[in-house]
């Protein structure tokens, strides 16, 4: 407030004070949003860093979970496909002991290449993982991947059965993953089914799909 008579420079210094006090509200005001900016963008970063950790362990639980199941499976295999031929090497005709044996090299294979991708972690990084998509006979590869399980049915004494609707039925794919998904969904079908059940393999497809089902 001001007392009268008025003191013009008491007016000019008031006017000053409420000037620079006028300024200095507004270098606070932007300083207090540049803060809340920084926070934010900090805070922003925070989530996509703790986003990045979950993915990855996410990932890693995955991986780790499919290549002990993948493992597995042509473990499997080489031991029962050994057992029974070395059970079998008396009885057994020249074509059935050649047969036992590219089975088993088939698995060695199988697992040759999973290890080789244990020791090359680089290209299971989230995100970077490289598909190679090309044109396969799906039917082809159902028949080849069930013929690694033959001698798995006949061990648990499970009746299977695979209904083709195509011999032929050319898609684009990634062999490897494909085959790879079909393993494990058989093989957890084995393990589920219990000795003595059903399994069925159905493979069809109408003008915009293919389908791959497993029924027990």
């Known amino acids: 407030y001001l007392c009268k008579p008025i003191d ?3 007016l000019i210094n008031r006017v000053k004070l409420y000037l620079q006090l ?3 509200e507004k270098e606070l005001k932007l300083h207090s949003n540049h803060l809340e900016k920084l926070v934010n963008k900090r805070t922003q970063d ?4 703790m986003e990045d950790l979950e993915n990855a362990n996410r ?3 995955e991986f780790y979970s499919n ?3 993948e493992l597995r499976t042509p473990l499997h295999a080489i031991l ?3 057992k029974r031929g070395f059970s079998k090497l008396d ?3 020249i074509e059935k002991v050649k047969f036992y044996f590219s089975q088993i090299r088939e698995s060695g294979e199988r697992m040759l290449e999973l290890v080789n991708n244990l020791l090359d972690l680089n290209k299971y990084e989230i995100n970077k993982h490289q598909f190679n998509f090309e044109n396969s006979d799906i039917n082809q590869l ?3 991947t069930l013929d690694e399980f033959a001698l798995l049915f006949v061990e648990n004494q499970i009746e299977f059965h695979y209904q083709e609707d195509y011999q032929e039925l050319q898609i684009l794919i990634d062999k490897k993953q494909i085959a790879t998904v079909m393993k494990n969904l058989i093989s957890n079908a084995i393990k589920f089914a219990g000795t003595g059940k059903y399994i069925k393999v159905e493979l069809s497809h109408d003008e915009n799909f293919f389908y791959w089902s497993i029924i027990t």
């Open 142 to 144: 159902t028949k080849r």
């Open 91 to 93: 009885l057994t005709d």
């Open 46 to 49: 925070l989530k996509i860093a």
């Open 67 to 69: 290549m002990s199941h």
């Open 8 to 10: 013009d420079n008491q």
């Open 59 to 61: 990932f890693k639980n």
């Open 80 to 82: 029962t496909l050994s």
């Open 22 to 24: 006028s300024i200095k």
